[in-house]
């Protein structure tokens, strides 16, 4: 069992920054992947970027290159997805999760934080 809590979420101006956290606590957390997704209402679930469980792969949706960096604090278990440039269109919910198999949508979630872009 992994319990994951999102943090720093908020309002931000176009162009601005914000860094999220997410905490993670349980079981065996070593083997897991994290990754941060975003969900918007009526659309689909996106994969925002995605760091192995060892920190020494990640990946990035289009949308977020070279404006999101994703890293990976492994003595206080916590995964931060800095944001800059930060765009009306990033506004959404976004949502940590933990996975055991690479590439795959699974495993367990926290309860999201919300990022709002606006002028």
């Known amino acids: 069992q992994v319990q994951l809590v999102e943090s720093g979420g908020g309002l931000v101006q176009p162009g601005g920054s914000l860094r999220l956290s997410c905490a993670a606590s349980?079981?065996?957390?070593?083997?897991?992947?994290m990754a941060w997704y975003r969900h918007a209402p009526g659309k689909t679930r996106e994969l925002v970027s995605a760091?192995?469980?060892?920190?020494?792969?990640?990946n990035y949706a289009d949308s977020v290159k070279c404006r999101f960096t994703i890293s990976i604090d492994k003595g206080t278990n916590t995964v931060r997805l800095k944001m800059t440039s930060l765009k009306l269109e990033d506004t959404v919910v976004y949502y940590c999760?933990?996975?055991?198999?690479?590439?795959?949508?699974?495993?367990?979630w926290g309860q999201g934080t919300q990022v709002t872009v606006s002028s």
């Open positions: 760091i192995s469980n060892g920190g020494s792969i990640n």
């Open positions: 349980g079981n065996n957390l070593r083997v897991y992947h």
């Open positions: 999760n933990a996975h055991r198999n690479w590439g795959t949508v699974s495993g367990y």
